[in-house]
């Protein structure tokens, strides 16, 4: 691991190169500066890579920018290492807190266990008021579960409900887990349609179903149905 690589993460999408590298610059010398740019839309993936000629620069960068706010994203600026569990999976759902909450009364409920990263309150368009939903992704796993574990279930100024906190569930990794599983079924059903003992070609055994021959069919399959909002999804 080298103290003097950093990696940037939660990017504003319409960052551009040139920007990137002049918001690390006032820090030290940027030996190398890459924004991870989407090639089909040349926007940014969110994401890039400073390194300075030291570590000192680096500690000072990451103690400037660490939590700065650019448009609707804070940046995280931390040393580069191998990706841990630690920093992956930390986006909260957060349910039936008070109407009146606008954004930056739910991140100050939530900040006292971490460092808020982004924040998004889900609004009916059609009146313009608060839906008392909203995603809040936090610095990291531990922190997001702190703040489960100290809120969850409690009763809210004014709600008839208590409050609903859970961890987000990330809509393309939830659908690669269908896949695998829906895989799995369809390997097991292809076991089923292997060729049975001479005799058996074109139909199923007396009494039997039609998977033993070459004429059997596989069990139709269907995923199981799920509600996405914002990019994430829940049962």
Request: net charge positive; with cysteine.
């Amino acid at each position: 691991m080298d103290p003097s690589n950093l990696i940037i993460n939660y990017v504003p999408p319409t960052m551009a190169q040139e920007e990137f590298k002049a918001l690390f610059e006032p820090y030290g010398t940027v030996e190398s500066c890459r924004l991870m740019i989407d090639m089909k839309t040349n926007r940014s993936l969110g994401y890039g890579f400073v390194k300075y000629s030291n570590e000192m620069e680096a500690q000072a960068a990451i103690n400037a920018l660490n939590g700065h706010q650019l448009q609707n994203k804070r940046l995280k600026v931390a040393v580069s290492r191998p990706p841990t569990e630690d920093i992956k999976n930390c986006k909260l759902y957060i349910q039936n807190f008070p109407a009146t909450y606008d954004q930056a009364a739910v991140e100050q409920m939530l900040r006292q266990y971490g460092t808020i990263i982004e924040s998004r309150l889900l609004v009916d368009h059609a009146t313009g008021m608060s839906k008392c939903t909203a995603f809040v992704q936090m610095g990291t796993r531990q922190e997001a579960q702190a703040a489960i574990d100290a809120l969850n279930q409690t009763q809210m100024p004014g709600c008839t409900r208590p409050l609903y906190m859970k961890f987000a569930v990330d809509k393309a990794a939830k659908k690669r887990t269908q896949e695998f599983g829906q895989q799995q079924l369809y390997a097991a059903a292809g076991m089923a349609m292997l060729p049975g003992p001479p005799g058996g070609y074109g139909r199923a055994p007396p009494g039997g179903g039609g998977g033993g021959g070459l004429g059997g069919r596989a069990p139709r399959l269907s995923a199981p149905k799920q509600v996405n909002m914002g990019g994430f999804s829940y049962p």
